[in-house]
Protein backbone atom coordinates (compact mmCIF):
# COMPACT_ATOMS: atom_id res chain seq x y z
CA UNK A 1 0.00 0.00 0.00
CA UNK A 2 1.09 3.34 -0.57
CA UNK A 3 2.76 5.40 2.16
CA UNK A 4 1.22 8.36 3.76
CA UNK A 5 2.25 11.97 4.45
CA UNK A 6 2.45 10.60 7.89
CA UNK A 7 3.71 6.97 7.41
CA UNK A 8 6.51 9.56 5.72
CA UNK A 9 6.77 11.76 8.60
CA UNK A 10 7.37 8.72 11.29
CA UNK A 11 10.09 8.08 9.27
CA UNK A 12 12.27 11.43 9.47
CA UNK A 13 13.97 13.07 12.38
CA UNK A 14 11.22 15.15 13.87
CA UNK A 15 13.47 17.84 14.92
CA UNK A 16 12.23 20.36 12.76
CA UNK A 17 15.69 21.58 12.17
CA UNK A 18 14.89 23.09 8.41
CA UNK A 19 18.13 22.21 6.72
CA UNK A 20 15.95 20.24 3.95
CA UNK A 21 14.48 23.76 2.95
CA UNK A 22 11.16 22.68 4.77
CA UNK A 23 9.82 24.44 7.87
CA UNK A 24 9.09 21.24 9.51
CA UNK A 25 9.72 17.69 9.42
CA UNK A 26 6.08 17.30 8.40
CA UNK A 27 6.20 20.00 5.49
CA UNK A 28 9.08 17.92 3.86
CA UNK A 29 6.72 15.01 4.42
CA UNK A 30 4.67 16.29 2.33
CA UNK A 31 6.81 17.53 -0.23
CA UNK A 32 8.07 13.92 -0.42
CA UNK A 33 4.60 12.80 -0.94
CA UNK A 34 3.92 14.79 -3.98
CA UNK A 35 7.44 14.40 -5.62
CA UNK A 36 8.28 17.14 -4.90
CA UNK A 37 11.49 16.58 -2.84
CA UNK A 38 13.61 13.82 -2.70
CA UNK A 39 15.01 12.21 0.50
CA UNK A 40 18.62 13.48 -0.03
CA UNK A 41 17.78 16.67 0.84
CA UNK A 42 17.58 15.78 4.60
CA UNK A 43 20.92 15.14 5.67
CA UNK A 44 19.63 13.04 8.83
CA UNK A 45 17.29 10.73 6.98
CA UNK A 46 18.16 7.09 8.60
CA UNK A 47 19.49 4.47 5.40
CA UNK A 48 16.51 2.41 6.56
CA UNK A 49 14.17 5.26 5.81
CA UNK A 50 15.85 5.98 2.44
CA UNK A 51 15.34 2.31 1.66
CA UNK A 52 12.01 2.05 2.43
CA UNK A 53 11.07 5.09 0.39
CA UNK A 54 12.97 4.04 -2.59
CA UNK A 55 10.76 1.34 -2.00
CA UNK A 56 7.36 2.50 -1.40
CA UNK A 57 8.43 4.86 -4.91
CA UNK A 58 8.68 1.41 -7.53
CA UNK A 59 5.40 0.27 -8.71
CA UNK A 60 3.80 -2.03 -7.03
CA UNK A 61 4.00 -5.04 -9.92
CA UNK A 62 7.05 -4.97 -11.86
CA UNK A 63 7.29 -4.28 -15.55
CA UNK A 64 9.50 -7.11 -17.14
CA UNK A 65 9.86 -6.63 -21.51
CA UNK A 66 10.72 -9.58 -23.48
CA UNK A 67 10.44 -10.06 -27.04
CA UNK A 68 12.58 -8.17 -29.88
CA UNK A 69 10.67 -6.49 -32.46
CA UNK A 70 7.75 -6.31 -31.14
CA UNK A 71 8.52 -5.81 -27.58
CA UNK A 72 5.88 -7.35 -25.14
CA UNK A 73 5.32 -5.76 -21.94
CA UNK A 74 3.95 -7.98 -19.06
CA UNK A 75 3.04 -6.66 -15.09
CA UNK A 76 3.28 -3.31 -14.21
CA UNK A 77 -0.27 -3.50 -13.08
CA UNK A 78 -1.33 -0.64 -10.82
CA UNK A 79 -4.99 -1.76 -9.76
CA UNK A 80 -7.14 -4.55 -8.59
CA UNK A 81 -10.08 -3.41 -10.76
CA UNK A 82 -10.10 -2.17 -14.08
CA UNK A 83 -12.72 0.54 -13.94
CA UNK A 84 -10.14 2.23 -10.59
CA UNK A 85 -7.94 2.98 -13.69
CA UNK A 86 -7.12 0.79 -16.43
CA UNK A 87 -5.04 -2.54 -16.96
CA UNK A 88 -2.10 -1.41 -19.07
CA UNK A 89 -0.58 -4.45 -20.51
CA UNK A 90 -2.69 -7.40 -22.43
CA UNK A 91 -1.93 -10.61 -21.10
CA UNK A 92 0.28 -12.62 -23.56
CA UNK A 93 -1.01 -15.96 -25.12
CA UNK A 94 1.66 -18.47 -25.75
CA UNK A 95 1.18 -21.46 -27.33
CA UNK A 96 2.95 -24.01 -26.20
CA UNK A 97 4.93 -26.42 -29.02
CA UNK A 98 6.85 -29.39 -27.84
CA UNK A 99 10.12 -31.11 -28.55
CA UNK A 100 7.93 -33.93 -28.69
CA UNK A 101 6.28 -33.63 -31.98
CA UNK A 102 7.81 -34.59 -35.48
CA UNK A 103 9.65 -31.88 -37.56
CA UNK A 104 6.49 -32.31 -39.66
CA UNK A 105 4.38 -31.63 -36.77
CA UNK A 106 6.41 -28.79 -35.81
CA UNK A 107 6.31 -27.07 -39.36
CA UNK A 108 2.20 -27.52 -39.08
CA UNK A 109 1.89 -26.08 -36.14
CA UNK A 110 4.08 -23.12 -36.64
CA UNK A 111 2.79 -22.40 -40.18
CA UNK A 112 -1.26 -22.23 -38.21
CA UNK A 113 0.53 -19.92 -35.63
CA UNK A 114 1.46 -17.60 -38.06
CA UNK A 115 -1.64 -17.25 -39.79
CA UNK A 116 -3.76 -16.83 -36.30
CA UNK A 117 -4.16 -12.89 -36.25
CA UNK A 118 -7.18 -11.46 -36.62
CA UNK A 119 -8.33 -7.45 -37.39
CA UNK A 120 -10.72 -6.05 -35.03
CA UNK A 121 -11.88 -2.23 -34.69
CA UNK A 122 -9.09 -1.07 -36.43
CA UNK A 123 -7.00 -3.29 -34.23
CA UNK A 124 -4.71 -6.10 -35.20
CA UNK A 125 -4.91 -8.86 -32.71
CA UNK A 126 -2.68 -11.67 -32.26
CA UNK A 127 -0.06 -14.37 -30.61
CA UNK A 128 2.06 -13.04 -28.66
CA UNK A 129 4.95 -15.73 -27.30
CA UNK A 130 6.07 -19.86 -28.26
CA UNK A 131 6.75 -21.64 -25.34
CA UNK A 132 8.89 -23.93 -26.37
CA UNK A 133 9.10 -26.73 -24.15
CA UNK A 134 11.77 -29.72 -23.93
CA UNK A 135 9.60 -32.27 -23.19
CA UNK A 136 11.88 -34.85 -24.46
CA UNK A 137 15.18 -34.22 -22.51
CA UNK A 138 16.92 -34.92 -25.77
CA UNK A 139 18.92 -31.69 -26.27
CA UNK A 140 19.29 -31.85 -29.91
CA UNK A 141 15.39 -31.75 -30.43
CA UNK A 142 15.19 -29.20 -28.36
CA UNK A 143 17.14 -26.97 -30.26
CA UNK A 144 15.63 -28.39 -33.59
CA UNK A 145 12.40 -27.27 -32.38
CA UNK A 146 14.26 -23.23 -31.59
CA UNK A 147 15.49 -23.50 -34.63
CA UNK A 148 12.15 -24.22 -36.22
CA UNK A 149 10.82 -21.76 -33.92
CA UNK A 150 12.93 -19.02 -34.85
CA UNK A 151 11.92 -19.01 -38.25
CA UNK A 152 8.48 -18.10 -37.06
CA UNK A 153 6.74 -14.72 -37.31
CA UNK A 154 6.83 -14.64 -32.94
CA UNK A 155 9.14 -12.55 -31.77
CA UNK A 156 9.19 -13.83 -28.16
CA UNK A 157 9.91 -17.30 -26.19
CA UNK A 158 9.67 -19.35 -23.34
CA UNK A 159 12.28 -21.73 -23.09
CA UNK A 160 11.38 -24.94 -20.46
CA UNK A 161 13.25 -27.63 -19.44
CA UNK A 162 14.23 -29.90 -16.88
CA UNK A 163 17.76 -29.69 -18.01
CA UNK A 164 19.86 -26.48 -17.12
CA UNK A 165 22.20 -27.51 -19.46
CA UNK A 166 20.09 -27.67 -22.71
CA UNK A 167 18.26 -24.28 -21.65
CA UNK A 168 21.80 -22.92 -21.91
CA UNK A 169 22.29 -23.76 -25.88
CA UNK A 170 18.74 -23.02 -25.95
CA UNK A 171 19.46 -19.39 -24.66
CA UNK A 172 22.59 -18.88 -26.83
CA UNK A 173 20.32 -19.42 -30.09
CA UNK A 174 17.75 -16.64 -28.69
CA UNK A 175 19.39 -14.72 -26.25
CA UNK A 176 18.49 -11.03 -29.04
CA UNK A 177 14.93 -11.97 -28.17
CA UNK A 178 15.36 -11.75 -24.41
CA UNK A 179 13.72 -15.26 -23.82
CA UNK A 180 11.71 -16.60 -20.66
CA UNK A 181 13.37 -19.09 -18.96
CA UNK A 182 11.95 -21.94 -16.79
CA UNK A 183 13.84 -24.42 -15.37
CA UNK A 184 11.35 -27.59 -14.08
CA UNK A 185 10.78 -28.86 -10.33
CA UNK A 186 13.40 -28.75 -7.66
CA UNK A 187 15.88 -27.18 -8.79
CA UNK A 188 17.62 -24.54 -6.63
CA UNK A 189 17.97 -20.96 -7.06
CA UNK A 190 21.84 -21.11 -7.40
CA UNK A 191 21.55 -23.31 -10.54
CA UNK A 192 19.08 -20.96 -12.27
CA UNK A 193 20.20 -17.59 -11.56
CA UNK A 194 23.87 -19.06 -13.07
CA UNK A 195 21.94 -19.25 -16.16
CA UNK A 196 20.21 -16.30 -16.12
CA UNK A 197 21.87 -13.35 -14.07
CA UNK A 198 24.71 -12.48 -16.18
CA UNK A 199 22.42 -11.90 -19.48
CA UNK A 200 19.79 -10.87 -16.65
CA UNK A 201 16.85 -12.97 -18.10
CA UNK A 202 13.52 -12.97 -16.77
CA UNK A 203 13.05 -16.79 -15.02
CA UNK A 204 9.74 -18.03 -14.01
CA UNK A 205 9.62 -19.03 -10.07
CA UNK A 206 7.71 -22.06 -9.22
CA UNK A 207 7.58 -23.30 -5.42
CA UNK A 208 5.64 -26.51 -4.15
CA UNK A 209 3.02 -24.29 -3.48
CA UNK A 210 2.20 -20.65 -3.44
CA UNK A 211 3.45 -19.81 -0.17
CA UNK A 212 6.84 -21.77 -1.32
CA UNK A 213 6.60 -19.92 -4.24
CA UNK A 214 7.14 -16.55 -2.57
CA UNK A 215 9.95 -17.50 -0.53
CA UNK A 216 11.49 -18.33 -3.51
CA UNK A 217 10.72 -15.24 -5.06
CA UNK A 218 11.92 -13.51 -1.73
CA UNK A 219 15.49 -15.41 -1.74
CA UNK A 220 16.14 -14.01 -5.50
CA UNK A 221 14.89 -10.45 -4.25
CA UNK A 222 17.61 -10.54 -1.53
CA UNK A 223 19.94 -11.72 -3.96
CA UNK A 224 18.95 -8.24 -5.53
CA UNK A 225 17.40 -10.28 -8.75
CA UNK A 226 13.96 -8.92 -9.73
CA UNK A 227 13.60 -10.23 -12.93
CA UNK A 228 10.98 -12.55 -11.74
CA UNK A 229 8.21 -14.19 -13.07
CA UNK A 230 5.85 -16.68 -10.68
CA UNK A 231 4.23 -19.21 -11.63
CA UNK A 232 0.41 -19.34 -10.67
CA UNK A 233 -1.11 -22.73 -11.59
CA UNK A 234 -2.63 -24.33 -9.05
CA UNK A 235 -4.66 -27.82 -9.68
CA UNK A 236 -7.73 -26.64 -10.78
CA UNK A 237 -9.04 -23.31 -12.31
CA UNK A 238 -10.59 -22.67 -8.60
CA UNK A 239 -7.14 -22.77 -7.09
CA UNK A 240 -5.24 -21.30 -9.96
CA UNK A 241 -8.08 -18.20 -10.13
CA UNK A 242 -7.54 -17.95 -5.78
CA UNK A 243 -3.46 -17.87 -6.82
CA UNK A 244 -3.95 -15.61 -8.67
CA UNK A 245 -6.21 -13.03 -7.02
CA UNK A 246 -3.91 -13.12 -3.52
CA UNK A 247 -1.03 -12.68 -5.79
CA UNK A 248 -2.63 -9.29 -6.96
CA UNK A 249 -4.28 -8.44 -3.61
CA UNK A 250 -0.47 -8.79 -2.24
CA UNK A 251 0.93 -6.25 -4.49
CA UNK A 252 -1.33 -3.81 -4.54
CA UNK A 253 -2.82 -3.54 -1.41
CA UNK A 254 -0.25 -5.12 0.60
CA UNK A 255 2.79 -4.06 -1.16
CA UNK A 256 4.15 -6.89 -0.46
CA UNK A 257 7.14 -7.25 -2.44
CA UNK A 258 7.74 -10.91 -3.22
CA UNK A 259 3.99 -10.80 -5.01
CA UNK A 260 4.76 -7.66 -6.95
CA UNK A 261 5.83 -9.51 -10.48
CA UNK A 262 4.02 -10.65 -13.50
CA UNK A 263 2.48 -14.03 -13.64
CA UNK A 264 1.55 -16.97 -15.62
CA UNK A 265 -0.58 -19.79 -15.87
CA UNK A 266 -0.35 -22.73 -17.66
CA UNK A 267 -3.47 -24.47 -19.58
CA UNK A 268 -2.82 -27.73 -20.69
CA UNK A 269 -4.08 -31.40 -21.28
CA UNK A 270 -7.92 -29.88 -21.50
CA UNK A 271 -10.81 -30.03 -23.48
CA UNK A 272 -11.27 -27.28 -26.17
CA UNK A 273 -14.06 -25.63 -24.12
CA UNK A 274 -12.72 -26.64 -20.69
CA UNK A 275 -9.48 -24.97 -21.80
CA UNK A 276 -11.13 -21.86 -23.33
CA UNK A 277 -13.12 -21.34 -20.22
CA UNK A 278 -9.82 -20.90 -18.10
CA UNK A 279 -7.51 -19.14 -20.54
CA UNK A 280 -10.48 -16.06 -20.18
CA UNK A 281 -10.71 -16.77 -16.88
CA UNK A 282 -7.12 -16.23 -16.62
CA UNK A 283 -6.88 -13.29 -19.17
CA UNK A 284 -9.53 -11.31 -17.09
CA UNK A 285 -8.07 -11.91 -13.37
CA UNK A 286 -4.90 -11.23 -13.50
CA UNK A 287 -2.54 -13.59 -15.54
CA UNK A 288 0.37 -11.67 -17.34
CA UNK A 289 1.04 -14.72 -19.79
CA UNK A 290 -1.52 -17.94 -20.13
CA UNK A 291 0.37 -20.94 -21.86
CA UNK A 292 -1.94 -22.96 -23.70
CA UNK A 293 -1.59 -26.16 -26.05
CA UNK A 294 -4.16 -25.33 -28.26
CA UNK A 295 -4.95 -23.75 -31.96
CA UNK A 296 -7.97 -22.90 -32.98
CA UNK A 297 -8.85 -20.08 -34.89
CA UNK A 298 -12.44 -19.78 -33.52
CA UNK A 299 -11.42 -19.85 -29.65
CA UNK A 300 -8.41 -17.88 -30.11
CA UNK A 301 -10.98 -15.00 -31.92
CA UNK A 302 -13.05 -15.25 -28.42
CA UNK A 303 -9.68 -14.92 -26.37
CA UNK A 304 -8.16 -12.34 -28.32
CA UNK A 305 -11.41 -10.15 -28.16
CA UNK A 306 -11.97 -11.00 -24.35
CA UNK A 307 -8.39 -9.40 -24.18
CA UNK A 308 -8.86 -6.44 -25.97
CA UNK A 309 -12.04 -5.32 -24.30
CA UNK A 310 -10.54 -5.63 -21.03
CA UNK A 311 -7.58 -4.36 -21.86
CA UNK A 312 -8.70 -1.38 -23.18
CA UNK A 313 -8.01 2.03 -21.26
CA UNK A 314 -12.23 2.74 -20.01
CA UNK A 315 -11.79 6.33 -20.55
CA UNK A 316 -10.42 6.36 -23.53
CA UNK A 317 -12.13 5.34 -26.11
CA UNK A 318 -10.95 3.10 -29.72
CA UNK A 319 -11.06 5.61 -31.67
CA UNK A 320 -10.93 5.91 -35.74
CA UNK A 321 -9.52 9.51 -37.71
CA UNK A 322 -11.79 11.54 -38.15
CA UNK A 323 -12.17 12.40 -41.87
CA UNK A 324 -14.15 11.66 -45.45
CA UNK A 325 -14.26 7.89 -46.08
CA UNK A 326 -14.98 6.12 -49.55
CA UNK A 327 -16.58 2.88 -49.34
CA UNK A 328 -16.38 0.94 -52.57
CA UNK A 329 -15.31 3.44 -55.21
CA UNK A 330 -18.34 6.04 -55.30
CA UNK A 331 -18.28 8.48 -57.41
CA UNK A 332 -20.05 12.35 -57.24
CA UNK A 333 -23.80 11.22 -57.37
CA UNK A 334 -23.25 8.62 -54.29
CA UNK A 335 -24.91 8.80 -51.20
CA UNK A 336 -22.92 10.73 -48.12
CA UNK A 337 -23.53 9.36 -44.81
CA UNK A 338 -22.36 10.96 -41.14
CA UNK A 339 -20.87 8.89 -38.32
CA UNK A 340 -19.01 9.26 -35.28
CA UNK A 341 -15.51 8.27 -34.37
CA UNK A 342 -15.48 5.83 -32.03
CA UNK A 343 -14.44 2.57 -33.93
CA UNK A 344 -17.07 0.21 -32.91
CA UNK A 345 -19.52 2.36 -34.53
CA UNK A 346 -17.12 2.62 -37.46
CA UNK A 347 -16.37 -0.68 -37.63
CA UNK A 348 -20.35 -1.80 -37.23
CA UNK A 349 -21.21 0.78 -40.22
CA UNK A 350 -18.76 0.47 -42.53
CA UNK A 351 -19.37 -3.26 -43.46
CA UNK A 352 -22.90 -2.61 -43.86
CA UNK A 353 -22.63 -0.19 -45.99
CA UNK A 354 -20.73 -2.70 -47.78
CA UNK A 355 -22.93 -5.19 -47.75
CA UNK A 356 -25.32 -3.04 -49.37
CA UNK A 357 -23.30 -2.61 -52.31
CA UNK A 358 -23.85 1.06 -53.09
CA UNK A 359 -20.86 3.15 -52.92
CA UNK A 360 -20.88 5.51 -50.85
CA UNK A 361 -18.55 8.23 -48.66
CA UNK A 362 -18.85 8.29 -44.75
CA UNK A 363 -18.16 11.08 -43.03
CA UNK A 364 -16.48 10.66 -39.72
CA UNK A 365 -16.82 13.11 -37.11
CA UNK A 366 -14.78 13.88 -34.29
CA UNK A 367 -16.83 13.32 -31.17
CA UNK A 368 -14.00 11.93 -29.17
CA UNK A 369 -14.51 8.66 -29.43
CA UNK A 370 -18.46 8.57 -28.10
CA UNK A 371 -20.84 6.72 -29.76
CA UNK A 372 -24.01 8.64 -32.07
CA UNK A 373 -26.45 8.71 -28.94
CA UNK A 374 -23.63 9.30 -26.30
CA UNK A 375 -21.59 12.32 -28.52
CA UNK A 376 -25.24 13.74 -29.50
CA UNK A 377 -26.12 13.64 -25.41
CA UNK A 378 -22.80 15.13 -24.96
CA UNK A 379 -23.04 17.50 -27.40
CA UNK A 380 -20.15 16.54 -29.56
CA UNK A 381 -22.06 15.43 -32.30
CA UNK A 382 -24.68 18.44 -33.32
CA UNK A 383 -25.49 20.04 -36.43
CA UNK A 384 -22.43 22.48 -35.69
CA UNK A 385 -19.84 19.79 -35.71
CA UNK A 386 -21.04 17.81 -38.53
CA UNK A 387 -21.46 21.42 -40.67
CA UNK A 388 -17.47 21.95 -39.47
CA UNK A 389 -16.43 18.45 -40.30
CA UNK A 390 -17.96 18.89 -44.12
CA UNK A 391 -16.34 22.37 -44.39
CA UNK A 392 -13.35 20.49 -43.24
CA UNK A 393 -13.60 17.43 -45.55
CA UNK A 394 -14.68 19.95 -48.52
CA UNK A 395 -18.16 17.70 -49.47
CA UNK A 396 -19.30 19.94 -51.52
CA UNK A 397 -16.61 19.52 -53.97
CA UNK A 398 -16.34 15.42 -53.51
CA UNK A 399 -19.81 15.08 -54.41
CA UNK A 400 -22.69 17.12 -57.00
CA UNK A 401 -25.78 16.78 -54.87
CA UNK A 402 -26.57 18.40 -51.88
CA UNK A 403 -28.21 15.40 -49.47
CA UNK A 404 -26.45 14.09 -46.28
CA UNK A 405 -27.95 10.92 -44.55
CA UNK A 406 -28.03 10.88 -40.69
CA UNK A 407 -28.23 8.14 -38.13
CA UNK A 408 -31.93 7.11 -37.04
CA UNK A 409 -31.09 8.05 -33.62
CA UNK A 410 -30.55 11.49 -34.23
CA UNK A 411 -33.31 12.83 -36.25
CA UNK A 412 -33.89 15.58 -33.66
CA UNK A 413 -30.76 17.10 -35.31
CA UNK A 414 -32.36 16.74 -38.94
CA UNK A 415 -33.64 20.79 -38.87
CA UNK A 416 -30.58 22.82 -37.24
CA UNK A 417 -28.58 20.63 -39.84
CA UNK A 418 -30.23 21.73 -42.70
CA UNK A 419 -30.13 25.30 -41.50
CA UNK A 420 -26.50 24.81 -40.62
CA UNK A 421 -25.12 23.16 -44.14
CA UNK A 422 -27.74 24.24 -46.19
CA UNK A 423 -27.94 20.65 -47.29
CA UNK A 424 -31.10 18.32 -47.31
CA UNK A 425 -31.06 16.33 -44.26
CA UNK A 426 -31.88 12.59 -45.23
CA UNK A 427 -32.84 11.09 -41.60
CA UNK A 428 -30.89 7.03 -41.89
CA UNK A 429 -32.05 3.74 -40.02
CA UNK A 430 -31.32 4.09 -35.88
CA UNK A 431 -29.38 0.72 -36.51
CA UNK A 432 -26.77 -0.09 -38.58
CA UNK A 433 -28.32 -3.59 -39.92
CA UNK A 434 -30.89 -1.30 -41.10
CA UNK A 435 -28.36 0.37 -43.87
CA UNK A 436 -28.13 -1.61 -47.10
CA UNK A 437 -32.01 -2.15 -47.16
CA UNK A 438 -31.95 1.90 -46.96
CA UNK A 439 -29.22 2.07 -49.32
CA UNK A 440 -30.71 0.08 -51.96
CA UNK A 441 -33.99 1.30 -51.89
CA UNK A 442 -32.91 5.50 -51.71
FE1 LIG B 1 13.28 17.34 9.38
FE2 LIG B 1 15.38 16.50 7.99
FE3 LIG B 1 14.05 18.65 7.19
FE4 LIG B 1 15.53 18.73 9.40
S1 LIG B 1 16.26 18.41 7.32
S2 LIG B 1 13.44 19.53 9.11
S3 LIG B 1 15.23 16.68 10.16
S4 LIG B 1 13.27 16.61 7.34
Known amino acids: MALTALDIYKLLPKTNCKKCGSPTCLAFAMRLLTKKASPEECPYISEEAKRVLAQAAEPPIRTITVGKEKKIELGGETVLFRHEKTFYHPTSIAIKLSDDLSPKEIEERIAQINSLYFERVGQRLEINMLALSNDSQNKEKFLNLVRKALESKIASFMLISHDSANLKEAISLTLPFRPIIYLKEGKNLEEILSLVKDKNLPFIVRGKDLEDTLKISEEAIEKNYKELILDATGSSLGETLQNLTILRRLAILKNFRPAGFPVVCFVENREKE ?135 YVAVLSGKLEEESGWQVIVGPKEASGIPKFLRQL
Open 274 to 408: RAVLETGTYIAKYASIVVVDFIDREAHLALLTLRQNIFTDPQKPVTVEPKLYEIGTPHKDSPLLVTTNFSLTFYTVTPEIENSKVPSYLLVVDTEGMSVLTAWAAEKFTAESISKAMRESNVEKVVSHRRIIIPG
